[in-house]
């Protein structure tokens, strides 16, 4: 079902560089483009998850200006994609928000910029997602990547996106639009 389709950008809990876990910040442009790209795409929803209020705080004011200040009527179209956004501390508030929407749990779709054991293809992945009744949650990570915990708690993990090189370090931005594109765009099939 293509209309239950929501991406959520985590930034607690993250793997720091050290393994430990840690609270990434969130950027301007992340929240700015995903939400483009959720819109894009006509997901339900986009989700930006900080547990710091601070972090909480700056994006709220940053959503008031182009949602209702001058920037809704200065870029209407980005005022149009930023309404998709919604800010939540923790991934548990997400899924009790979907819930609340849906009325059920949705399946989750762990996405990793390493290979893990039993991954899907993005075929695979895009055969679940037409199939099932269910809504779907594509969670992205920040920092070096989304931990163990959130790991088990998923339904599905999607194999990481591989370019023709060695070199493996988009921007989760970047990352979020292929994932998504392959996922529900129109035209994604794999190339060899």
Do not use: C
Not at 27 to 39: E, F, G, P, Q
Not at 43 to 48: F, H, I, P, S, W
Request: hydrophobic fraction near 40%; glycine fraction near 6%; proline fraction near 4%.
């Amino acid at each position: 079902m293509l209309d239950k389709i929501y991406v959520a950008l985590i930034h607690y809990p993250i793997k720091g560089k050290d393994g430990s876990i840690i609270s990434t910040a969130v950027t301007n442009l992340d929240v700015h483009d995903i939400a483009r790209t959720a819109r894009t795409y006509n997901l339900k929803g986009y989700y930006v998850v900080t547990n710091l209020k601070a972090q909480r705080d700056m994006v709220e004011k940053m959503l008031k200006f182009w949602r209702e200040g001058f920037g809704s009527q200065y870029n209407p179209s980005r005022a149009e994609s930023l309404k998709l956004v919604r800010l939540k501390p923790y991934l548990e508030d997400v899924l009790e928000d979907i819930e609340n929407i849906e009325k059920e749990r949705p399946l989750i779709l762990f996405t990793s910029a390493k290979k893990r054991e039993n991954s899907v293809s993005f075929e695979e992945a895009k055969k679940i997602i037409l199939e099932t009744e269910k809504p779907v949650l594509i969670l992205l990570g920040t920092g070096w990547g989304l931990p163990d915990e959130i790991l088990v708690i998923s339904d599905y993990v999607i194999e990481p996106i591989r370019g023709k090189s060695d070199f493996n370090h988009l921007s989760v931005r970047a990352a979020a639009a292929i994932i998504i594109d392959r996922l529900i765009g129109e035209n994604y099939t794999r190339r060899d």
